[in-house]
């Protein structure tokens, strides 16, 4: 590929119909993290019967297979040399092996011992992880390839974060206004806890999934001739990849956004593995009040996404990432902190209704606002790299910044599982079944559990050192390097 495309893939404004079918793509992951994030333990922990530390086991051993693939995947996806070009290939392999896994791991088998319940979820949820790395990683590290402009890469990232939380939050929906109330039976009262319902739950997610891949990876193949294509091949050994992978990432920004990004994430995971503990158990809502403060993230996904570039263009980056990271940090436990306090209204009334789904609808744009912005400071680190290794690597970099969302959610789902356990949630418990005594040490552990994570990310970000100028400086310095040796 000529210089002249390099220029012109990365220079350009993309369309608001290239912003849309990029964004849509994302819709796969949505789907994946709602479902791991936010059922995957309440499924297995209080519907099929196994012990959350069990869960959580699961879970964390599929993250150290994470540590390894997200890397691989990245390195490869940079390297790789085809006719449809580095990342295409890639996102195409995903789609079924990702979409057939989901389905199984809502299924279980009925019967299976502890043990044998804990590999079958260890199992699917390695594949799952793994083949999502397989399209994530080359699907998200088009964005730096399509525009190097700093605010345009804000404002795309923007459509992918808004289709990733909406196209979760609409399973979400799904589940609660739809699915679960079409499996109340005689025996089970609440559709939540019928396995049949989640068994249906998977096939419709798993649908999606492989939906948004190929809707997403057929409309951006036609771009395959405008990106930059792999370099020359190189003979290289695991020890010589995994050096060039240190060399590209090395740098102080690089790390504190990568430290940051890993707790903020942790801290998302936490809150989103014990989201349906709190709105079932500790605030002890309907169903269609759940499906209603739900609903309410679809807002969010709005607010985030419409509120990310003008934050970039007003305050830039870090310190939009600082201010607006620091309130919704602050404000995230605020509820539940103050129901420990006893000064909310009772639970059963309106008004604690309206506390709950108007406070989290804010706060919770407000984070997709913050994660928008540290996903486009992690695409302003890719010109970084390349002007000091002279490489190319969009791959890895949004390899590790996949790696970070998994592997900081996943161990913040993990901390959920052993939080669970001591505050003493058993395995099986219905709505009715916790005393206010369990219910209150639940919310005593995690209040300041997930602030301290929270205020920790504040602290990291405040390292990065990238901002306008410096971003707009390395573009002119890669530019007269292109100019010198063509």
């Known amino acids: 590929m000529t210089t002249a495309h390099a220029r012109s893939a990365t220079g350009r404004r993309p369309s608001f119909g290239t912003k849309l079918a990029y964004g849509f793509g994302s819709v796969a992951y ?7 994030k936010y059922f995957l333990l309440l499924f297995y922990s209080q519907v099929v019967g196994l012990d959350s530390r069990l869960v959580s086991l699961a879970i964390l051993v599929a993250l150290v297979f994470d540590a390894i693939s997200d890397p691989i995947v990245g390195y490869l996806s940079d390297n790789f040399r085809s006719k449809w070009g580095r990342r295409h290939p890639f996102m195409y392999a995903a789609a079924i092996p990702v979409a057939v896994s989901y389905y199984f791991i809502w299924a279980p088998p009925q019967g299976w011992s502890d043990t044998a319940l804990f590999w079958y979820v260890v199992v699917l949820a390695i594949t799952i992880r793994t083949f999502i790395t397989v399209y994530e990683t080359p699907s998200s590290a088009l964005a730096p390839e399509l525009t190097s402009d700093y605010d345009e890469r804000s404002s795309i990232l923007s459509f992918r974060y808004f289709f990733g939380w909406v196209g979760g939050n609409s399973m979400a929906v799904i589940a609660f206004t739809l699915i679960f109330p079409a499996f109340v039976t005689v025996a089970i009262t609440n559709g939540q806890f019928n396995p049949d319902a989640y068994a249906f739950y998977g096939l419709v997610g798993s649908i999606v999934i492989f939906t948004a891949i190929m809707v997403s990876a057929l409309d951006t193949h036609r771009y395959i001739p405008q990106l930059r294509q792999a370099p020359a091949k190189r003979d290289m050994t695991l020890k010589m990849i995994f050096t060039e992978i240190y060399q590209t990432i090395a740098g102080r920004s690089f790390f504190a956004l990568f430290i940051a990004s890993l707790l903020a994430f942790a801290a998302s995971g936490l809150s989103a593995g014990l989201t349906f503990y709190f709105v079932t158990f500790f605030w002890e809502f309907s169903s269609a009040q759940i499906g209603g403060i739900t609903f309410g993230v679809f807002l969010s996904a709005f607010m985030g996404g419409a509120l990310a570039p003008i934050v970039t263009r007003k305050m830039g980056k870090k310190r939009g990432a600082l201010i607006v990271g620091l309130v919704a940090f602050v404000g995230a436990p605020m509820p539940i902190f103050l129901r420990l306090l006893d000064v909310l209204p009772a639970n059963g009334t309106p008004e604690i209704f309206w506390i709950v789904l108007v406070t989290q609808t804010i706060d919770v744009g407000l984070i997709i606002c913050y994660q928008i912005l540290a996903a486009s400071m992690m695409a302003d680190l890719v010109e970084q790299g390349e002007a000091a290794t002279g490489q190319r690597s969009e791959g890895m970099f949004f390899a590790a910044a ?4 998994k592997f900081g959610e996943g161990f913040g789902i993990v901390m959920a599982g052993f939080i669970l356990s001591f505050a003493g ?16 040490t639940l919310g005593a552990i995690y209040v300041p559990t997930i602030l301290t994570l929270f205020l920790t990310v504040i602290a990291i970000v405040s390292l990065y050192d990238v901002d306008r100028d410096k971003h707009e400086a390395t573009l002119a310095k890669l530019a007269l390097r292109k100019n010198e040796y063509g």
């Not at 949505?30 to 791991?36: E, M, P, S």
């Not at 996949?402 to 969302?405: G, H, I, Y």
């Not at 395995?427 to 005594?437: C, H, V, W």
């Open 30 to 36: 949505g789907v994946k993290d709602a479902g791991l």
């Open 402 to 405: 996949t790696f970070m969302r």
């Open 425 to 440: 949630v058993t395995a099986g418990a219905q709505q009715s079944d916790l005393s206010q005594e369990t219910l209150w």
